[in-house]
């Protein structure tokens, strides 16, 4: 007799059947087996009852009571009888088993399956779950049924999808929902139906037009057919014929220059995509004449001269108004002497920028010039006449310009001295305003000023005003003006005074050895204030290291080449006739 089998086990139950494996036997007692008998022993009965025999190792066993429990158990046989039996020790419950369900998409990568367009696709999505899931697909948040063409059928294991004839509307994601009493779980798969682009998208813009060439521009097609374009193929056709002519089919971009076209002809350009598939549908431009689309620009702003000296003038002038529809790219500028009717050419090469600094003069002669823009269409009419200018060293601007007083009708200014003069003394400044948002600047002195501060009369109270300098010396060169002082609004505003006293001084301040530092704050104070500067208590008083520079905003103590002595605290002290006010900050120099 055989060996008993060694193991025996559950691989599945329902609400009916329990399905049992088992190993075949380690001695066949010297002869083949040929069936093994499967017994059942309802638990609380007595009495084995005959299951079946069967020639393979594994068997389910039917027609069992729902929820009740029980024993099997097995033997093998061999032509000299039966097995000892192997029998269970535990009961097995009759009941359906609940599992979730689950979608197993490991055979699609990226969720994804490809289908020539024409073709029938056949594809199986590994299903799990007990009892059998109820599986819907949507397409675009619309369910999807049954039809001639495209099915899908449920199995206990799987889910088949058959798509017939597929087209390229078939294309995209495929929602799917499976669900039972356990759980419902979500997927997806995208379907990719192989097939050539569609149509290359529009409209194609047409730029960049010249006497004989365009420029087009389109969009990739909104589906490439489930494979990369590889080109576009260009066509072109003169409106007064049916012919078209091919351009190129090897267009990688979505962009194309076409050259050699006729001036004066009126075109139509035709584009289509391909992939390995083949070749879209096509796209057609608007009709376009070629020829230039654009005129001479208007002319240039008049020049204005922006530097002198003995052996050059810079000149500077604005972009014309109108580029005429094609890039300013370039200026001509020429000059002549005063007394000449001459006019000479200044640049060799075109000029790109809109200043230009003229070095082949003659100190002492005066100067006029004018300016002409070119586009691709031609050069443009010259501008007005510059103003006359001498060839002389021109002083340079006045420094440090700044308000000093301000009342309801009338700002007080000063200013130092030009670092240059033009090598001939200055004699005398020129001031001019600009009220509120105004972009024009007026003169605001009529006598010829000397000393270098100024007050500005019969101003608006409560207007806003702007102020610059200008020097002029000897030989009568005036200055570029000076930086811009202001906005300053004319009120009257007596107080004591006030300081502003910076976030950064809260703190201690710190700076190397060696350094130069400024402490500065800013003070408001009307009448004007006597202001003192202490150090941990004692006045100080100007030194080769140490200075001042008050203004009528700010304060400010200058140390030059400062050492561990100098640290401490320092004060100041602002009074006026009205009041005081004090600020400190505390100063380390380390290293």
């Known amino acids: 007799k055989p060996s008993p089998p060694p193991k025996l086990g559950v691989t599945d139950v329902t609400k009916e059947s329990v399905s049992l494996a088992w190993a075949k036997p380690e001695q066949d007692g010297g002869s083949r087996i040929i069936g093994y008998l499967v017994e059942a022993l309802e638990k609380g009965q007595e009495k084995w009852v005959k299951c079946g025999v069967t020639k393979s190792i594994h068997f389910t066993v039917s027609g069992l009571r729902e929820n009740a429990e029980y024993f099997f158990r097995i033997r093998a046989e061999n032509h000299a009888g039966f097995s000892d039996t192997k029998e269970m020790v535990t009961p097995v419950m009759v009941k359906d088993q609940l599992e979730s369900p689950e979608i197993n998409m490991k055979d699609f990568p990226h969720n994804t399956v490809y289908v020539r367009a024409g073709s029938t696709l056949k594809c199986e999505i590994l299903l799990t779950g007990r009892p059998l899931p109820k599986v819907t697909l949507s397409k675009n948040n619309v369910l999807l049924r049954s039809t001639m063409r495209f099915n899908f059928e449920v199995t206990p294991d799987s889910i088949k999808i058959t798509l017939r004839e597929s087209i390229v509307g078939d294309s995209g994601r495929y929602d799917i929902t499976a669900s039972n009493s356990s759980g419902t779980t979500k997927s997806f798969i995208n379907i990719m ?31 490439d057919g489930g494979s990369p374009i590889t080109n576009y193929i260009i066509q072109k056709r003169e409106t007064t014929t049916a012919n078209w002519m091919d351009v190129s089919s090897a267009v990688a971009r979505c962009t194309i220059k076409i050259m050699k076209l006729n001036t004066g002809v009126e075109y139509q350009f035709r584009i289509r995509a391909e992939n390995r598939y083949g070749i879209s549908e096509h796209i057609d431009s608007q009709t376009i004449s070629v020829s230039l689309p654009y005129t001479i620009p208007d002319a240039p702003s008049t020049p204005e001269i ?44 075109v000029i790109r920028a809109t200043h230009f600094k003229v070095t082949n003069i003659d100190p002492g002669l005066i100067y006029e010039f004018k300016v002409a823009a070119e586009n691709a269409a031609g050069i443009s009419v010259f501008s007005k006449v510059s103003d006359a200018v001498l060839a002389i060293d021109a002083c340079e601007p006045p420094i440090n310009l700044r308000i000093s007083d301000i009342t309801k009708s009338t700002i007080s200014l000063a200013w130092q001295k030009p670092n240059y003069d033009g090598g001939s003394p200055i004699t005398g400044y020129i001031i001019e305003k600009r009220e509120g948002v105004s972009a024009r600047w007026s003169k605001a002195n009529l006598t010829n000023i000397r000393d270098t501060h100024f007050t500005v009369t019969g101003l608006t109270q409560d207007e806003t005003y702007e102020f610059r300098v200008m020097a002029k010396n000897a030989v009568g060169s005036v200055s570029n003006p000076s930086m811009t002082a202001g906005p300053a609004t004319c009120v009257d505003t007596y107080g004591a005074p006030e300081i502003e006293i910076p976030q950064e001084y809260l703190n201690e301040v710190k700076h190397k050895a060696g350094s130069n530092v400024e402490l500065k704050f800013n003070i408001t104070a009307k009448p004007a204030p006597t202001i003192e500067w202490f150090k941990d208590g004692r006045e100080l008083e100007l030194t080769a290291q140490l200075s001042f520079k008050h203004t009528f905003e700010s304060t400010s103590l200058f140390l030059k080449d400062t050492t561990r002595l100098n640290s401490g605290t320092y004060e100041v002290k602002v009074k006026n006739s009205l009041g005081s006010a004090c600020a400190i900050v505390r100063l380390l120099i380390q290293g």
């Open 193 to 223: 139906v192989l097939d050539r682009p569609s149509a290359p998208l529009g409209p194609v813009e047409l730029f960049d037009v010249t006497e004989d060439s365009v420029n087009l521009k389109w969009l990739p097609p909104a589906y």
């Open 306 to 349: 922006t530097a002198v000296t003995r052996e050059s003038i810079t000149v500077g002038w604005k972009e014309p108004k109108s580029d005429g529809g094609s890039h300013v790219f370039g200026y001509h500028l020429q000059m002549k002497d005063r007394n000449s009717i001459l006019w000479q050419r200044v640049n060799k090469m």
